[in-house]
């Protein structure tokens, strides 16, 4: 073990103990690279608010997710190598399969939240059909837990099999009534996008009832760090992650959004352009 290893890992060794000292409950594992340890669990509420099996559901929860992106992992390793063919060229073979894997690892992927200790799956398990799988929870709260324990949206989880179905918002003379446009109260309408799936996908990542990331970059900066990254190149191309982050980034993405130090900024990763974004639109 060199040096430079060897501090890290007394860095990350420091930060788990620390953590197991200021907080009581449980810290789920982690997987990959040291950050701040989450803070100690916000619990204003009166006794009987928050249901008293939550931190022993929240860990089911986790090792749940923990072990479907496991399997994701060994399905990705699996897969035989796509090849590259036709005019224009497309993926064949395993192309398709290699989107859904993706899809699936970043679905558990724990990382992708601030205190990487909750999945976009922790709120939508497809058993509980894509909404929140916790009993208890869904008798009380029903709002979830976010990554901040125990900040709670003002909802429960939406599901959403829907989605990728709905056309852009619009009126219907006939009817007189307003169709389309994703989310509860149709506010991804697609207008722009001309897609009100691919508008509404923008939101969850930072949405503070969410992941509560405070910056869309963050999710490009833990993809760049994921152990999947290699499998992401492959279906969005080489260089879709060559981006430098600041060396203050992952800091940045351990603070939930709406944070007051970052104020009015919604975009706090000052991170340099990507080469794909280069050439003028
Ligand atoms: C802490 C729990 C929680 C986590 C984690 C979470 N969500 Fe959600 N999700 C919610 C809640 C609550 C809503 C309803 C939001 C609203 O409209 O107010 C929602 C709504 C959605 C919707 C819209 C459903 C609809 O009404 O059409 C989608 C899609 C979605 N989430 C995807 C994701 C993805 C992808 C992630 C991971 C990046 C994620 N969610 C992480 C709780 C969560």
């Given at each position: 073990?060199?040096?430079?290893?060897?501090?890290?890992?007394?860095?990350?060794?420091?930060?788990?103990?620390?953590?197991?000292?200021?907080?009581?409950?449980?810290?789920?594992?982690?997987?990959?690279?040291?950050?701040?340890?989450?803070?100690?669990?916000y619990n204003p509420y009166p006794p009987g608010i928050l249901p008293a099996d939550l931190q022993s559901e929240l860990d089911r929860v986790s090792r749940e997710v923990?072990?479907?992106?496991?399997?994701?992992?060994?399905?990705?390793?699996?897969?035989?190598?796509?090849?590259?063919?036709?005019?224009?060229?497309?993926?064949?073979?395993?192309?398709?399969?290699?989107?859904?894997?993706?899809?699936?690892?970043?679905?558990?992927?724990?990382?992708?939240s601030p205190f990487k200790n909750v999945a976009c799956a922790s709120c939508h398990m497809p058993y509980a059909g894509f909404s929140g799988p916790i009993p208890s929870v869904n008798l009380t709260m029903i709002a979830y837990p976010g990554s901040f324990r125990f900040r709670a949206n003002k909802r429960t989880a939406q599901r959403y099999t829907y989605s990728p179905w709905y056309p852009v918002?619009?009126?219907?003379?006939?009817?007189?009534?307003?169709?389309g446009g994703n989310f509860w109260d149709s506010r991804a309408t697609g207008y722009l996008l001309q897609n009100p799936d691919a508008e509404q996908a923008q939101h969850p990542p930072v949405d503070t009832g969410e992941m509560g990331l405070p910056d869309t970059a963050c999710i490009a900066f833990r993809l760049s760090q994921a152990v999947y990254r290699p499998l992401f190149e492959q279906v969005w191309g080489m260089g879709s992650l060559d981006i430098k982050f600041p060396p203050d980034t992952e800091k940045i993405c351990a603070t939930p959004g709406g944070a007051a130090v970052f104020g009015t900024d919604t975009t706090p990763v000052k991170h340099s352009t990507p080469s794909w974004r280069a050439t003028p639109r």
């Open positions: 073990m060199n040096r430079r290893r060897l501090i890290a890992f007394l860095r990350t060794f420091a930060i788990v103990v620390l953590a197991l000292m200021v907080v009581p409950q449980a810290v789920p594992a982690q997987r990959a690279a040291p950050s701040p340890p989450p803070p100690t669990p923990n072990l479907l992106f496991q399997q994701a992992l060994a399905e990705s390793r699996a897969l035989p190598p796509p090849f590259l063919t036709g005019q224009p060229p497309t993926l064949q073979g395993s192309g398709v399969q290699m989107v859904q894997t993706l899809g699936k690892l970043m679905n558990y992927d724990m990382n992708m918002f619009q009126f219907n003379a006939t009817q007189q009534l307003f169709f």
